[in-house]
């Protein structure tokens, strides 16, 4: 069992800049391929960026491209999302998750799931 905690929202006026994190316990976390997803009030779950099994792989939604920058550390126990210009419509929680295979644009291929950590931006 993998268990992630994110960390890092907050509120933040649009332009302004924010890093999550997301931290890995149990099990083997770096023989998952980490991501990030978000969800806005009323709104279904999206897909935000992946990163591939080997970390040279990057996928980002076309909303945030230029952005976002998703990344892992050394040690593959962190994630981050680094989120630069940030706009009113991303506001959201934002939630990290692990997967074992399958596509990543699939929400059924993640296989774990953090509790989620708020973002607001402010115009």
């Known amino acids: 069992q993998v268990q992630l905690v994110e960390s890092g929202g907050g509120l933040v006026q649009a332009g302004g800049s924010l890093r999550l994190s997301c931290a890995a316990s149990g099990g083997t976390f770096s023989t998952y391929a980490p991501g990030w997803f978000r969800q806005a009030p009323g709104k279904e779950r999206e897909f935000v960026a992946a990163?591939?099994?080997?970390?040279?792989?990057?996928s980002y939604a076309d909303s945030v491209k230029g952005r976002l920058t998703i990344s892992r550390d050394g040690a593959a126990k962190t994630v981050y999302l680094q989120m630069f210009s940030l706009k009113p419509e991303d506001t959201a929680v934002y939630y990290c998750?692990?997967?074992?295979?399958?596509?990543?644009?699939?929400?059924?291929?993640?296989?774990?799931w953090g509790q989620g950590t708020q973002v607001t931006v402010s115009s």
């Open positions: 998750a692990a997967r074992s295979t399958g596509d990543y644009r699939i929400l059924t291929s993640w296989d774990y």
């Open positions: 990163l591939s099994w080997d970390a040279r792989g990057r």
